[in-house]
Structure formats: C-alpha cells, structure tokens
C-alpha cells in the first residue's frame, strides 16, 4: 500500500544526476510517480520511470520552458524537490570573494526561488501540491568556514517557512530536509579529514545514504504527510541533537 | 508494507491518537502490543485491528508503575519474541491557572506524561540493546516547543520529553536504536470532542463554529488532524525510512509551528 504513494503524480527533482538527487527520484519513481529529472550534467545511467531534462537551474527562462515541457507532457506538477546545489566554497567569511558568493547564492538559494515561482502558480489553482527543498544541517546550526553554503542554505531554511506560512491555506505544502553526513560524489570530492571528522561527531556513528534522505523526502512529498507544512527534517543521525 | 515483521508496543492504545497509532502500524504489518489501563477502549482497538487483518494483543499496564511497565514489555517479548519499536503515547492534560494549580495534580501529571515515558523506554532498551535494533517515537506535542497559558504543566511535561528524546539518542546512537518525537498539533480525538461540544454550547455556537475558533483559525493548513496524520508521522519514524534520523522531533500541526 505505501510503495505506490505517489501514483499518477508528477515530480520534478533537481539536481537529479546523481547523490541525493539520483536517489530521490528513483525513490519517487518507484512510488509510482512520473519522474523528471532536471540536472545540468547528463545522467550516468537510464532509470525506469524517470525523464531526464537538461536544465540550468540557476536560469529562470529555463525554469520556465522546462516546466512548460513537463506539463504538456504529462500534466501538472504536483511534487517539486529542489535539490540541486553545492558547497562550492570552504573559505571563511572573511576570505570568501565575491564570485564565489555571488555563484553559490545563485545555486543554492535563487535556484529555490526560481524553482517555486516556476511551479507554484498552477499549484496554487489546483489547490494541491507538496514542495521539498533540500537544505542541509549547515541550514540550521553553525560550523566555521563555508560561509556562503551556510547563508545560502539558512536562506532555504526561512524561505520555506515563508512559502509554507504563505501558501498553507490555497493547498500547498512546502517542507525542508536537513541532511547531515551523507555520502554521496559531492562529500566523496571533500577532504578527507573533514569527511571523518563528521563522521567521528555523528551519534549514530556512521554516514548517511543518499537513499536514507530519498525516504523523508518521499514522505513529506506523499499523502502521509497531509498535515505537515513548514517544517525542517532533519535526517542528520543525530548530529544537530549534540 | 513497511512495518513487516517488526513488533511494536504502544502506550494508552485504547483511545485517540494511540489508537490511530496501533492500527496504522498494523496496516504496516506490524504485530502490536496494545497497552492502556482502559481495556474496553483496548479491546476496541484491537477489533479495529482484527478487522482489517492485522495483529495484536492487550496488555493492561499502569505505565506510571515501575513493575507495571516492565511486565508490559516482558509481555509483548514473550508474546512476539522481541520488540522493535515503542511509541510512548500515553499522556494527558489538566488545564489551571498557575496561583491555584493543586500539587497533586501536578504530581500526576508529571508521573504519567514524563516517568511513564522513561519507565517504558527503560524496560524495552534493555531489549533493545540486546537486539542491537530499535525504535523509540515520544508523543510529545506543539506544547512541547511553545509555552500556552493555563498550562503550564503539560507544557512542562511535553518539552520535558523532547529533552528526553534528545539525550536517550545521544546514548543509543551507536547501538541502532532511535530516538525521536512527534509534536501534533489539534487532533480531532474523542477528547478534543467532547470539550468542544462542551464549549460549544456555553459560547452558543455549533460544533464546526467552535472547531473552527478553538483550533482551525490559527492553523495555516486550515483543518485539524485526525489520529491518522499522527499514525502516518509515527509509522514513519518506526520504520527503516527513518533509519538515519534520530533525536529529533516531527510536527504534525498543519503549520502552526514551524521550529
């Protein structure tokens, strides 16, 4: 009965090549929705259920037309799961330059925006919907370094809440989920010493599975989370409990 | 079904959200251990339960007594062979003013809503740790994060269970068994009914009018819950979903609390 939450639903996962996002929409593939998988890069393999669309997520125009694609293709959207986005830059505050900030900005935080301006209005007249955007456990508590993720993803954060609070009562819900630790190519690129540093300070002792954060947000995508809005999902083994 | 082969003990099963609780996971395929010390209202949810094929037994159990709480989880070990999951949903509210709060009261609130989660959470950990599996889901409450006048001392009880919930996942992190809470919002049980339909009447109002002033209006997603938003919430945390999530808490409040 739960494998099949979100038939004959339409999704949309960004960042969906590989890591997280490759997992969520294969999650939500095999709940029984339609899948679109928008990623700049090209997929690695083909997976049943799922289309894969070339997409620049930090290009409101291709926002636009990507969506247009989608529904006339198979109807509405009724789940958008932003997750695309980087670390692009360990540096302190301090030393972080301007490009960088202006280039992890625009992936991790605009791209939300210009992903939910692209989907909500016809959620909005439908009076249904269930958007998820992946922040990070950076989202909520601090860390030295990363300045620009963690502003980025702080911004995810309370842009959610704002949606959430915004939207509520014309059917849509908008939730966020807080990986900590998860291994997938983008903290595999990381140093090493980071990498087991978290690990070591992790509760549950171990690392997370790209596939462990594709079932909350599966969940918060489905019907079993009918009455759940504005919430952050922590999926961090315990990390931010410390 | 995502609860197959688990065993699941759940406290003040026979009425509201509990009750939504033990059958959600029985839909999951989970065989339950339906505690309360009211066994009419156990005995009914097992027949809810039997009558949609799942499985269950009921134990009386005070869980406000140490013994009490150990015999229910001994009785569930020797019924199913092992526990996976204990929901602590036993609770309940007495409303008053701080000036004149009697003490007993206060006493016995704490003992239900906060020593019978730790009573509980003790005898199944002891198991648990055995297994080297488990999961634990507190019901704690919106009240659990934010204060509300005339009550003060469910408040303090609920965000007592968040620091419980915290603290024991810390402990168990490394063992595999989790930890975390469930914050609801209004849920439409019995309960809620009856103190509705009574203000109801007092306010001159119809039941849906009073529904609507007392909960609805202040809730975004503009209803209230049904044990079942709860029970999905919980059916979550209990399975292997929610394998890398421990030591938080989950609202179910249809916006009403956002942190």
Not at chain 1, 110 to 130: D, H, K, W, Y
Request: net charge negative.
């Amino acid at each position: 009965m739960t494998n099949e939450r979100l038939k004959e639903h339409v999704c949309i996962v960004t960042g969906a090549a590989q890591g997280i996002g490759l997992a969520t929409a294969r999650r939500l593939a095999t709940e029984g929705a339609s899948v679109f998988a928008f990623d700049i890069a090209e997929p690695t393999e083909e997976t049943e259920g799922i289309q894969w669309i070339a997409c620049d997520v930090t290009s409101p125009q291709q926002w636009q037309e990507n969506v247009e694609r989608v529904v006339a293709d198979a109807g509405p959207v009724d789940v958008l799961v932003n997750n695309a986005g980087g670390v692009g830059s360990y540096a302190d505050l301090a030393d972080t330059s301007r490009a960088d900030w202006d280039r992890v900005i625009m992936l991790n935080q605009n791209s939300v925006f210009f992903g939910m301006q692209a989907v909500l209005p016809s959620m909005i007249e439908r009076s249904t919907g269930s958007i998820v955007n992946v922040s990070s456990m950076w989202g909520i508590i601090g860390t030295p370094g990363v300045a620009a993720y963690q502003a980025s993803k702080g911004a995810v954060t309370m842009i959610t809440k704002n949606a959430a609070a915004t939207y509520a009562g014309r059917g849509v819900r908008v939730n966020s989920v807080h990986p900590g630790f998860i291994w997938t190519p983008m903290t595999e690129a990381q140093d090493a010493g980071i990498t087991q540093g978290l690990i070591d300070k992790t509760p549950m002792g171990r690392a997370g599975l790209a596939s462990e954060v594709a079932s909350a947000i599966a969940f918060l995508a489905s019907d079993d989370a009918s009455f759940i809005t504005g919430i952050q999902l922590l999926v961090d083994g315990g990390f931010t409990t410390v | 079904m995502r609860l197959k082969n688990k065993t699941g003990v759940v406290t003040g099963g026979g009425s509201g959200i509990g009750r939504g609780i033990c059958i959600k996971l029985a839909e999951e395929g989970a065989k339950v251990a339906i505690a309360d010390i009211d066994m009419t209202g156990a005995d009914e949810t097992l027949r809810l339960i039997r009558e949609i094929g799942g499985e269950a037994i009921c134990i009386r159990a005070d869980v406000t007594s140490v013994e009490e709480s150990e015999n229910m989880i001994a009785e569930a070990v020797n019924e199913f062979g092992r526990i996976d999951i204990l929901v602590n949903n036993a609770g309940t509210d007495i409303k008053g003013s701080i000036q004149d709060y009697p003490v007993e009261k206060w006493d016995f609130l704490m003992s239900l809503n906060l020593k019978g989660v730790f009573l509980s959470t003790q005898a199944a950990v002891k198991r648990m740790l055995d297994q080297k599996y488990g999961r634990i889901v507190n019901i704690s409450s919106m009240a659990g994060k934010t204060g509300e006048a005339y009550t003060s001392p469910y408040c303090t009880t609920k965000f007592g269970v968040i620091g419980f919930t915290q603290s024991i996942a810390l402990e168990l992190g490394e063992s595999n068994i989790t930890v975390n809470a469930v914050c609801p919002g209004a849920v439409e049980t019995d309960l809620i009914k009856q103190s509705v339909s009574g203000t109801a009447e007092l306010n001159n109002r119809s039941y849906e009018e009073e529904l609507y002033e007392k909960f609805i209006k202040q809730t975004p997603l503009g209803r209230v819950a049904q044990p079942s938003d709860i029970a999905n919430a919980v059916a979550f945390l209990a399975s292997d979903e929610a394998s890398f999530i421990t030591g938080s808490t989950l609202n179910v409040s249809g916006g009403r609390e956002m942190h």
